[in-house]
T-cell receptor, first 114, second 111 residues
């Protein structure tokens, strides 16, 4: 199936730990994203990665680091996890940044920091 | 800060009625507008996109755009209980680098 897939779907971890979330798309898209959705359902952009060029959102703490080994994969590594990092993280992809066809989202990773 | 504003709701409509969801945006340079539907515990799903002033229809859904008023809306005709979800408005502008989402409107269609 063509899709954006994320792993793991659920992640429960203790404060201070380091964790990674993986994302892969087989849609042939050039651009991938990480969004964070908080408990109030607000979906906020974290990073955009277009053809190996990373665009950083300045409001994201530097504990968050995206890594893209190729244009089909975009992983998110989080260091020194904090309680406030608990949220659902969505990976998405699009053909181009300004796509008029919208973005395709992965199924999300629910991160709980205890 | 480029903002996309939506009434959080919940908006409650009876089955068969028209649901009207509204969205305003602050960046006049915005060029593309999207409506996503998100069921509880699921990922956002694209319903409609529009980038020209006027109406765009797709089945029971109609998106309306008024760039002068910086306003975009989604009409759902013959609403069904299965339409109950959160509807997210998203906007793309040249000054950004990704879709900017509103906080969503919760829609409840009652039988």
């Amino acid at each position: 199936d063509t899709a954006v897939s994320q792993t793991p779907k659920y992640l429960v971890t203790q404060m201070g730990n380091d964790k990674s979330i993986k994302c892969e798309q087989n849609l042939g898209h050039d651009t991938m994203y990480w969004y964070k959705q908080d408990s109030k359902k607000f979906l906020k952009i974290m990073f955009s990665y277009n053809n190996k060029e990373l665009i950083i959102n300045e409001t994201v703490p530097n504990r968050f680091s995206p890594k893209s080994p190729d244009k089909a994969h975009l992983n998110l590594h989080i260091n020194s996890l904090e309680l406030g990092d608990s949220a659902v993280y969505f990976c998405a992809s699009s053909q181009v940044v300004e796509s008029n066809y919208g973005y395709t989202f992965g199924s999300g990773t629910r991160l709980t920091v205890v | 800060q480029k903002e996309v504003e939506q009434n959080s709701g919940p908006l409650s409509v009876p089955e068969g009625a028209i649901a009207s969801l509204n969205c305003t945006y602050s960046d006049r340079g915005s060029q593309s507008f999207f409506w996503y539907r998100q069921y509880s515990g699921k990922s956002p799903e694209l319903i409609m996109f529009i980038y020209s002033n006027g109406d765009k229809e797709d089945g029971r859904f109609t998106a309306q755009l008024n760039k002068a008023s910086q306003y975009v809306s989604l009409l759902i005709r013959d609403s069904q209980p299965s339409d109950s979800a959160t509807y997210l408005c998203a906007v793309y502008s040249n000054s950004g680098y990704a879709l900017n989402f509103g906080k969503g409107t919760s829609l409840l269609v009652t039988p």
